[in-house]
């Protein structure tokens, strides 16, 4: 028999699952698969055994949105969230991370909190010292862990289907191209301070990322570039998913600077061309339904951010408040096709880090 870890894991959950099904509904088993979703993409930004003090993720059942301690705030990128988590010098400190229903991610970072005092209509993961669990009003659910290499069960990459591609593209952006660990990408930087990208640098950072994703889905997807949504228009990357009837368009846009065909000047893509790209991905989708609805069809947009303050081609370094000077400039987007149509994913902007001065 072959070993299945993904089967194995979905075998091993079913306990707390059931029991939060039983308590809630199939509204509670939604909720809790939003909350497990948010706690996989920071442990890609953190790793749990790095935890030092009692993590706390915890998502309302009544749907309210109200706040839980003086201290929260929002954060738009886990990542922010991880480099809180990981300044913590005293073991004292319990980390709260609020999930609302639609998505959004609330955190606080506590001295010496009284857990007693937290909202009985909640679903709550606790994560300490190795230990990790689900409280839903007075039961405690432990969390088995079908893994002897990770000490958490939502920390070990279980990669199957279109419902992990979130997670998945969480985890390329921090490991292949936050700081270029990627070799194909990395081959995509002018110069190895990667202040500015070569020319045309789009078949390599497509290259990269389906790589990543033949990679950590292997056998359950096929994925081709470049392919036609009707006779002429191609997307930059089309995913089949083989074990349901789903089809994923992904369109890959850059933005900051690279160098000319010529090697004599700099050209830049900025946020317009970023929400160019989303309009075409709308045209994409719209065309891929009218020329044909085989399957549910999505698409995603992913933004690769370049963006570096005061570059020019005489450029040979940038210091750090220059080079990180975009790192959270996120994008706005008019239309916001995520929030208006069934099938458009949130667009995801990947900021790749320079190599800056001392």
């Known amino acids: 028999m072959i070993f299945d870890p993904h089967r194995l894991a979905t075998i091993t959950k079913s306990g707390y699952i059931t029991a939060i099904d039983a308590a809630y509904g199939a509204e509670g088993s939604r909720l809790l698969t939003l909350l497990v979703s948010r706690i996989r993409l920071l442990y890609i930004h953190v790793l749990p055994q790095s935890i030092d003090g009692h993590l706390v993720a915890l998502i309302s059942t009544s749907g309210s949105k109200s706040s839980i301690h003086k201290e929260e705030i929002e954060y738009t990128n886990l990542g922010d969230l991880a480099a809180h988590i990981k300044s913590i010098e005293s073991g004292n400190v319990t980390i709260i991370m609020r999930v609302q229903p639609e998505g959004r991610i609330y955190g606080a970072l506590i001295q010496n909190a009284d857990l007693d005092n937290l909202p009985n209509d909640t679903i709550q993961y606790h994560y300490e010292s190795f230990q990790e669990y689900f409280m839903v009003g007075n039961n405690k659910l432990e ?5 002897s ?15 992990d591609l979130e997670i998945a593209l969480e985890d390329y952006m921090v490991r292949s191209i936050k700081r270029s660990s990627c070799f194909i990408f990395k081959e995509a930087w002018h110069q190895d301070e990667r202040l500015y990208l070569k020319n045309r640098p789009e078949k390599l950072i497509r290259r990269s990322l389906m790589q990543y994703l033949i990679n950590v889905f292997g056998a359950g997807i096929d994925v081709q570039p470049e392919s036609p949504t009707d ?36 050209t830049e893509n900025t946020p317009y061309d970023a929400r160019s790209g989303a309009t075409q991905l709308a045209g994409y989708l719209d065309r ?27 450029s040979d370094s940038v210091d750090r408040q220059n ?19 069934d099938d458009f994913e949130p667009p995801k902007r990947m900021f790749a880090e320079p190599v800056c001065n001392p």
């Open 231 to 266: 006779e002429t228009k191609p997307v930059d990357i089309t995913i089949t998913w083989f074990f349901n009837n789903r089809q994923t368009l992904i369109e890959i846009k850059w933005i900051g600077k690279s160098i000319n065909a010529k090697e004599d000047d700099l």
């Open 288 to 314: 891929k339904e009218d020329f044909g609805p085989i399957k549910l069809i999505t698409g995603i947009l992913i933004v690769i951010d370049a963006r570096r303050k005061g570059i020019t081609l005489e």
């Open 143 to 147: 969390i088995p862990n079908s893994s």
């Open 149 to 163: 290499c990770h000490v958490s069960a939502f920390s070990i990459p279980t990669y199957s289907d279109y419902t």
């Open 323 to 341: 080079g990180y000077h975009y790192e959270h400039a996120d994008i706005a987007y008019n239309p916001d096709y995520h929030k208006i149509r």
